[in-house]
């Protein structure tokens, strides 16, 4: 072998190492559980209470059609909130302090909850 040709052959084979460096950058995306502020960005009219860390909303029409029936009392609202930064566990925007909470026997990511002469049906925002 002439010394151009090993010349050659190292030339490329270096080439194609080079090339199948990875140098790019790599963007990575994390998705979390919505929070209130996320939610009252998108409606700032939201119907929301916050349970045990996830945010629930109402007036979700598919959910009202659904034939869903109260399973357990779970705990009450708590506090009421106007600003997302002052949501916690028990905290809700609209709903009334003393408000009971259900769990549904139907469904595991919908919450009945019921004051005075009102029911409400409350579906957890996931992540998205």
Same mark, same amino acid.
Request: hydrophobic share 40%; charged share 30%.
């Given at each position: 072998?002439?010394?151009?040709?090993?010349?050659?052959?190292?030339?490329?084979?270096?080439?194609?190492?080079?090339?199948?460096?990875?140098?790019?950058?790599?963007?990575?995306?994390?998705?979390?559980?919505?929070?209130?502020?996320?939610?009252?960005?998108?409606?700032?009219?939201?119907?929301?209470?916050?349970?045990?860390?996830?945010?629930?909303?109402?007036?979700?029409?598919?959910?009202?059609?659904?034939?869903?029936?109260?399973?357990?009392? =779970? *705990? /009450?609202?708590? $506090?009421? %909130?106007?600003?997302?930064? @002052?949501?916690?566990?028990?905290?809700?925007?609209?709903?009334? =302090? *003393? /408000?009971?909470? $259900?769990? %549904?026997?139907?469904?595991? @990511?919908?919450?009945?909850?019921?004051?005075?002469?009102?029911?409400?049906?409350?579906?957890?925002?996931?992540?998205?």
């Amino acid at each position: 072998m002439k010394k151009k040709d090993y010349l050659l052959i190292v030339v490329l084979f270096s080439l194609f190492l080079v090339g199948c460096n990875e140098t790019g950058t790599v963007d990575t995306f994390t998705s979390k559980k919505p929070d209130a502020a996320e939610s009252l960005r998108l409606n700032n009219q939201a119907d929301i209470f916050q349970w045990e860390g996830n945010i629930f909303e109402t007036e979700i029409e598919w959910i009202d059609e659904l034939e869903i029936n109260e399973d357990q009392y =779970i *705990g /009450a609202i708590k $506090y009421n %909130a106007t600003k997302a930064e @002052d949501f916690k566990n028990g905290t809700a925007n609209h709903l009334p =302090i *003393g /408000a009971k909470i $259900y769990s %549904a026997k139907e469904r595991d @990511d919908i919450l009945i909850v019921k004051y005075d002469d009102v029911v409400k049906r409350y579906l957890v925002l996931s992540e998205g």
